[in-house]
């Protein structure tokens, strides 16, 4: 659906408002149950009022419900960006090469050529072939061909176009970007991983989180400086980028406010990437807004930086008087976490899947744990049962999907 001139849905808003209130009471009132995937659809829950629930509506929603018109057989991957729920988002990379978009639109991140809300899945102009997608505060991006795509807010260059402060509805390509094989989007900057290896930003640097050595912004993409030659997997925060080198190794950089690096410092921010202690072997890594997690190849999870929500699975305050709930600045063990098959990061809450099931933790103010409360929980819920091996979480809002 489509915001009419001054942001207001009329008679369409109202019906869409009404029907998604009551989806949201049923989920309140089923609090405690877990919902069974009845079909093949892509899951969603938590915050919807931007519509990036993809149901049709603007409602929150406590337990999980499908997108409208994706099945999880024709999705690869989806990336949800927003930097906070009122302007979240999402974008999905179908296994047909082609990019659906939905939600917040106010800078043209749904790359569809306007800048109306959608509360469903919509096209993005003119992308095929794509191989990979990366939604970050309010700007997109997309590899086809080796070549990156990009579209949305431009206020920092972070589209990387050479010029700043204009925004895109439409995707336009990075021109200095060739043989690109990852990308990934934080609230205000963007990252490319090259075939040689080389990890590559443009966009704020304000926190560092360009990894440049200084704090300027970037119009055109700059190499992250430091990093060992094989680097082999990229991953985004709202300021922090994160590395991960064939060898298992992981380094960080931007801000480190509460702890995003994980080297143990104090220090507000790092310019250029430094070493995560104490991790090797592994194999995954996934950034939320202010914390990351991290798997090994033995299927063990790590997690650092901000834990004010029981990120980290640390024990309960309230059942253990002695536990509290610092950042980490250093990663943890998560074993609550071993064996889990796929991770997602948000922004004070985090998502895994188990063979079976989707599980959630930590706020849920906006019902993004999807166990049909608005309790935030210290340790795992099960959101969701059936086949689903993906999981994702808006950068900084609280919207939940599983597919």
């Not at 906070?84 to 990019?99: H, P, T, Y």
Request: charge should be negative; hydrophobic fraction near 40%.
């Amino acid at each position: 659906m489509r915001k009419t001139t001054g942001g207001r849905w009329g008679a369409t808003r109202a019906a869409l408002v009404s029907a998604a209130a009551l989806a949201a009471l049923a989920g309140s009132a089923a609090a405690g149950q877990v919902q069974a995937a009845s079909g093949p659809e892509v899951m969603s829950w938590g915050a919807g009022g931007a519509g990036q629930l993809g149901d049709a509506g603007i409602a929150d929603r406590w337990s999980p419900g499908p997108v409208t018109g994706l099945n999880r057989g024709q999705v690869r991957e989806i990336s949800a960006g927003g930097t906070g729920s009122a302007n979240s988002f999402a974008v999905a990379q179908l296994e047909d090469g082609s990019v659906r978009a939905w939600g917040h639109d106010s800078a043209g991140q749904l790359g569809n050529g306007t800048r109306h809300d959608r509360a469903t899945p919509d096209a993005v102009n003119g992308l095929r072939d794509v191989g990979d997608v990366a939604a970050g505060g309010a700007h997109a991006l997309a590899i086809s061909k080796g070549r990156v795509w990009a579209w949305g807010e431009n206020g920092d260059g972070q589209l990387g176009v050479n010029r700043s402060g204009d925004d895109s509805t439409i995707p336009v390509r990075v021109p200095s970007v060739f043989m690109a094989r990852q990308v990934a989007a934080g609230c205000d900057f963007s990252l490319a991983l090259m075939e040689d290896g080389t990890v590559w930003a443009w966009g704020s640097g304000a926190r560092g989180q360009l990894g440049t050595g200084d704090r300027a912004s970037q119009d055109v993409p700059q190499e992250v400086k430091g990093l060992p030659a094989n680097i082999a997997e990229i991953t985004a925060g709202c300021h922090h980028g994160v590395a991960r080198a064939e060898g298992g190794e992981v380094w960080a950089w931007g801000d480190n406010l509460k702890g995003q690096l994980g080297d143990g410092t104090a220090k507000s921010s790092s310019t250029v990437p430094v070493k995560t202690r104490w991790l090797k072997d592994i194999r995954r890594i996934t950034a939320g807004g202010d914390h990351t997690l991290a798997m090994r190849n033995d299927d063990t999870v790590y997690g650092w930086g901000s834990n004010r929500y029981g990120q980290f699975l640390e024990p309960d305050a309230a059942s253990e008087p002695d536990a509290v709930r610092t950042n980490r600045s250093t990663p943890v063990a998560i074993d609550a976490l071993d064996g889990a098959r796929d991770l997602a990061a948000g922004r004070d809450h985090n998502l895994a899947v188990f063979d079976g099931k989707v599980v959630a933790w930590g706020a849920n103010g906006e019902g993004q744990l999807g166990n049909g409360t608005s309790v935030s929980r210290f340790a795992p819920v099960t959101a969701v049962r059936g086949d689903y091996h993906h999981v994702a979480a808006s950068l900084a809002g609280n919207t939940s999907y599983a597919y």
